[in-house]
């Protein structure tokens, strides 16, 4: 019984620690356009590199570009590959400051979230998306209210369907554990209760 037990104790220290590499957050680490980089001409894609696997959730999965004056650019469907999501992107329009904004589906399970800015110093040939309105102009922008309620469902969703947060795997392993326990000095009891 003393055997089981220890089997139990290691295969419950091992549930939490096999659960640990995972835990980690996907941290972005390359992209292109690089993080704060000037270029001349609009990018055709837009590339996020990450120190581990992006989990395909199209729900989570989101990549937006914001131009200057808070214009929205159009961005293709995110598509995952390993640790690199790429997006198509239309032609820019005016030089300035472009925003990345990214959701992601991280590899322990949750949603993690950043952005990037890189700088178009040529005027380009695109217009932003039909509707998309300065956000800072004098009347309020539909297309930018509109975008920040997208983002904050999106943020629902995400973190309703995000996979389990730590606690979760930790309490699992904890029950899970301390059933055994019981169990097992129950079960290593009853002969001495009997005899
Ligand atoms: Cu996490």
Redesign the pocket.
Known sequence: MRRALTALLVAGLALVLSAGPA???NVLVDSSPKKDAQVESSPTELKLVFDQQVQAADLVNTVTLTGPGGTRWATDKPKVENNTVTVAATPLGPAGEYTIAFRIL?A???P?GDKLSFRLTKDGPGTPLSGAKPADSATPAPSGSEAATVTAVAGRQADSNGGFP?WVWFAGAAVLLGAGVVIALRFSRAPNTRG
């Open positions: 835990l980690a957050h991280s322990d399970g949750h993690v730590v």
